[in-house]
């Protein structure tokens, strides 16, 4: 099962490594990245940590804009240009394409993330600007954000087009990112329906902000051990959540 | 006797039905179905555009579910992957991966398909031999022609030297050399003792290869048999004009011969297998009627497929003639 999974897996890494257009997308972001340096220059305090700022934003920004771009596809695609059908003719079952798929996706963003790591490495080095650990920390959990927000794009594409996909998963981005806010805003307001509301959209989608220590790694500020373990560990529970029902959906399709 | 071991595909009183569109009405694409396929044999699953043979195919491999029935592969539920390892799959007008090369694809799905390590390599390189593909094994697919995709399609359905192999159209879009080509492997398939489900509307092919057919129309199975049986039966006619026939011995001719009649005024036309024409003729002169002309001909594969969908004899019209056209798309 493992050898299957890791033969979809490489597969779709390597049609990510031969396709010009996720060149394109990373090499925008670096373009971003190195952007910030422009933007900090504009300002007469705390240049060092404009740029980082803009260089995290735009690390997490353009993973999550070719996440939900390629994820929404990813199983799409294959239905679509009929190359699953001699795949699904082996020994594979539907879960085991699934998640090989879902594997090479999140490979391949994380060969993209450290990629851009390594521009926003650079242009800090060359700004003088700090690198920390939290830095570190701070990509490494926007990268797990990324396995998350492919294992959205993945649910939805096992059962919808492309365009009601990346509809749906920039939805659920959005609203994943202000669901903190929105719990926060219910709870001052008094009203306990309202309040209980809004504490179980809190629950059931995703808390995307957990994973944004953008913050902390520019300003130096302490990062606890388990803001770190937790949003992995709840990224892994959710994602793992999301897969399972991906699969019972692709399950029983028709793949006509 | 046939033992139920025999039995490499069995498929049993399966019907789909498909929602079009977003609507709630369902339409029915196979109407309860019943077929088996024999080991060793070459199973020709043959009819028109539409007729429900993809879709047939679709679910014996397990991409769509039956609404209704049963079934099965070599003994296992067609929902089921690990027994795949003994199946091969060519679809029709295949499509892969076009930023692989031929290499890469077959050792691709040498991998999904169980084939270790250290045969994977000489395995593929063997295939690429035998669909004479090796000169452009390291080009990328997007610069295959279409033939050439086609026989990526057969070789990858047999990399892992699967027992039952099924295949929709193979011959679907190639040239006569070509579809020489496929024919021929087709028979070192059979000649290796594999058995074979082909898709086909190219009645030539199905005469040619195939061991038993079912004939399949509307999504209803029409037939199921012996190639010869359904091919070659009384497939030599002749249409006897004669003229001074009474009536009542046409009524015989027609229910001891089978005869089929036309013609105008005085001329009758009688189509008969060419076995009972000597008979007929003595009978006709023996009664006072006058023979005109005796045209002996051919009933093309074509008149016979027609029939057997709409549920005829399995011979034309008086009057039709034979055609070298043996397709029926």
Redesign the interface.
Known sequence: MI??IA??AG?TV??AV??KVLYGLVFFALVMIAAGVVLAALSYVERERILQDIGLASIRLFGAAIALFVGVGLIHKEVD???I?????????RG?FLIGKYAGLVLTLWLQVAIMAAGFVAISLMAGAPLTWGHAQAIGLAAVELALLVAVATLFSSFTTPMLASLFGAGFYLAGHLTRDLRDLGAQSGAPFVEQTTAWVHRVLPDLESFNLTIEAVHGLPVAASDVWLPVLYAAGYSAALLALAVLVFE?R??? | MERAGDEIVRVRDVTKDFRPGLGLRRKRILHGISFSVRRGEIFGFVGPNGAGKTTTLKLLMGLIHATSGEAEILGHRVQESAYRRHVGFLPENPYFYDFLTGREILSFYAKLSGVSRADRAKRVAELLERVSLTHAADARLRTYSKGMLQRVGIAQALVHDPQVVFLDEPMSGLDPIGRKEIRDLILELHADGKTVFMNTHILSDVEMVCDRVAIIAEGRIRYEGPTEDFLGADRQVSDVVVTGIAPELIERFEQEYGAQVGGRGDHIELRVPEKHVSDLARAALGAGAELRSVTPHRVSLESIFLSAVEGGTGTPEPGERAQGQEGVS
Do not use: Q
């Open positions: 050898g299957r033969a979809i597969n390597r049609e031969r396709s240009r009929r190359t059908f001699t795949i699904l003719s082996k020994p594979v079952s085991e029983r028709d793949l006509r």
